[in-house]
């Protein structure tokens, strides 16, 4: 178990002040999570494949494509737009 002037030490680290009551709580809570490590330091990990990500995650995005649309498309789309004109859809100016 840690002991107080640990945590305290820790909390200066990090420049946080703690009260006495605030230093006993993470007293327990640090002990409890560097035990819960030291249970990982110890699991048997040989045959295990190393792994930069938990989740294999690879690139999920799609390739572009033109997809030529057709006029009612187009003219759906002008004719859902809050302003146009004529055939264009009308945005404020921003530059």
């Known amino acids: 178990m840690l002991s107080e002037q640990e945590v305290q030490h820790i909390a200066q680290l990090a420049r946080l002040r703690l009260t006495p009551q605030e230093a006993k709580k993470y007293q327990k809570d640090l002990s409890l999570i560097l ?3 030291g249970q990982l330091k110890k699991a048997d990990i040989t045959g295990a494949a190393p792994t930069s990500h938990s989740v294999a995650v690879e690139n999920v995005i799609r390739e572009d494509e033109l997809r030529p649309e057709g006029p009612e ?8 737009a809050p302003q146009r004109e004529g055939d264009y859809i009308k945005v404020k ?3």
Do not use: F, H, N, S
Request: charged share 35%; glycine share 0%; no cysteine.
């Open 93 to 95: 100016t921003i530059l």
């Open 35 to 37: 035990d819960y490590v």
């Open 73 to 80: 498309r187009i003219k759906k789309l002008v004719e859902a």
